[in-house]
């Protein structure tokens, strides 16, 4: 999945609901965290490995220098190497799970400590019918775009969905110019054509929440108008073009249920409850001590995508106007002493040439500037042109 799993045994203190919280763990137990997700796609598969954290910590410690494979019912063994990002290892060359195969995790960490999960069978999967935009309210009211899927198994084999994505949208400058500042060793400004795209860019994020679907009890294995994304209609993530990739796993009823908890346990509510998950079971245990706790899951599953593209226009034709992502926007002439910190800060970008009669109310220096965000989209992603991107 691509959230991590977090994990922190915590106990909460406070007195009223009007005070401030301090967050202490009192008891706390370090345990093994896995994420591992085999698919049929034919590509390096990975596994990342952490450990648990108390929730003062800035985050999970990875599990580093462990070895890793995994091995099918034909005793075909496929070994995993870490990477420059500790705690993540990929397989060293790439791979597809086959449906009908079954498939183990093997893990033994740097200390010597060994780990199995239990086999798990690759499920034929189904293909994702179609996803497709259409503008909504929420159950908060809120205007906006929802993203649906819809999907069918004729087999009725499938039953146990999850789901992430991937979104990418275009980000256009609010103001531009053509040219930028230079400054040299002794604080001398000068201005150069730009070499870089600053007027448009893109930026790319990955699903964090944990997305299910169940049709166990429905009468056909069928999703219709399955909710996957909603965006306010004044995100500026869709003020002007936006994709969504859309990725279904058919995943098994034990991994359904362990990715249910988790969920569960994540959200707001469940965090301020008085009764507290203590463990989240999963498929993998140590091979040393039964009574070892390990938080993870081996998924094995099979996966189809779908990519999606639309233009706020094609949503919105009321006079709606779409968010934007740089505020305060307002031009100023700060002094030509004060101007090189602003530049080398990357805090301002030239606008244009002041002229010896202009009023003195933005200021008295030689060059109108903007905050970088108005006038550099790279504030706010790259300026790559995606590869799969299409206008």
């Known amino acids: 999945m691509s959230a991590a799993i977090l994990f922190a045994v915590f106990i909460l203190n406070f007195t009223s609901c009007t005070e401030e919280i301090d967050f202490k763990t009192e008891t706390f137990e370090s345990a093994l965290v896995v994420q591992a997700s085999l698919t049929n796609e034919n590509a390096p598969q990975k596994v990342v490995l952490s450990r648990t954290f108390a929730f003062e910590d800035d985050g999970p410690p990875p599990e580093s220098n462990a070895t890793v494979t995994i091995i099918d019912d034909l005793n075909t063994t496929y070994e995993f190497q870490e990477t420059e990002n500790l705690g993540t290892y990929l397989s060293l060359t790439p791979f597809a799970a086959s449906v009908g195969r079954q498939y183990t995790l093997n893990i033994t960490t740097a200390n010597g400590r060994t780990y199995q999960s239990a086999a798990v069978t690759l499920k034929a999967g189904t293909e994702i019918d179609q996803i497709y935009a259409q503008r909504s309210t929420n159950g908060e009211n809120v205007d906006g775009v929802s993203i649906f899927l819809d999907s069918y198994d004729a087999t009725n084999n499938s039953k146990y969905y999850r789901f992430e994505y991937e979104e990418t949208y275009k980000i256009v400058s609010k103001f531009s110019s053509s040219r930028t500042f230079h400054v040299d060793e002794n604080n001398r400004i000068s201005l150069v054509q730009k070499t870089e795209e600053e007027k448009i860019c893109y930026n790319t994020l990955e699903s964090n929440n944990i997305s299910l679907a169940n049709t166990s009890t429905f009468a056909e294995d069928r999703l219709t108008r399955f909710s996957v994304r909603f965006l306010d209609a004044r995100s500026p993530k869709i003020g002007k073009r936006y994709s969504i990739l859309v990725r279904q796993y058919?995943?098994?009823?034990?991994?359904?249920?362990?990715?249910?908890?988790?969920?569960?346990?994540?959200?707001?509510?469940?965090?301020?409850?008085?009764?507290?998950?203590?463990?989240?079971?999963?498929?993998?245990?140590?091979?040393?001590?039964?009574?070892?706790?390990?938080?993870?899951?081996?998924?094995?599953?099979?996966?189809?995508?779908?990519?999606?593209?639309?233009?706020?226009?094609?949503?919105?034709?009321?006079?709606?106007?779409?968010?934007?992502?740089?505020?305060?926007?307002?031009?100023?002439?700060?002094?030509?002493?004060?101007?090189?910190?602003?530049?080398?800060?990357?805090?301002?970008?030239?606008?244009?040439?002041?002229?010896?009669?202009?009023?003195?109310?933005?200021?008295?220096?030689?060059?109108?500037?903007?905050?970088?965000?108005?006038?550099?989209?790279?504030?706010?992603?790259?300026?790559?042109?995606?590869?799969?991107?299409?206008?």
Do not use: H
Not at 355 to 378: K, N, Q
């Open 250 to 391: 058919v995943i098994s009823r034990e991994a359904y249920t362990f990715y249910e908890t988790l969920r569960n346990f994540s959200s707001s509510e469940s965090l301020f409850s008085q009764v507290q998950p203590g463990f989240i079971a999963g498929n993998i245990q140590s091979t040393q001590n039964n009574n070892e706790k390990v938080i993870g899951i081996f998924d094995v599953a099979t996966v189809s995508e779908r990519r999606l593209f639309f233009n706020f226009e094609d949503l919105f034709f009321d006079g709606s106007q779409p968010g934007e992502f740089a505020g305060g926007c307002e031009e100023s002439r700060p002094s030509i002493e004060s101007l090189p910190s602003l530049i080398n800060d990357n805090a301002v970008r030239f606008y244009f040439l002041a002229s010896p009669d202009d009023p003195p109310e933005l200021g008295e220096g030689p060059y109108y500037v903007m905050p970088r965000a108005c006038i550099d989209c790279r504030a706010f992603g790259s300026n790559e042109v995606p590869d799969f991107w299409e206008e």
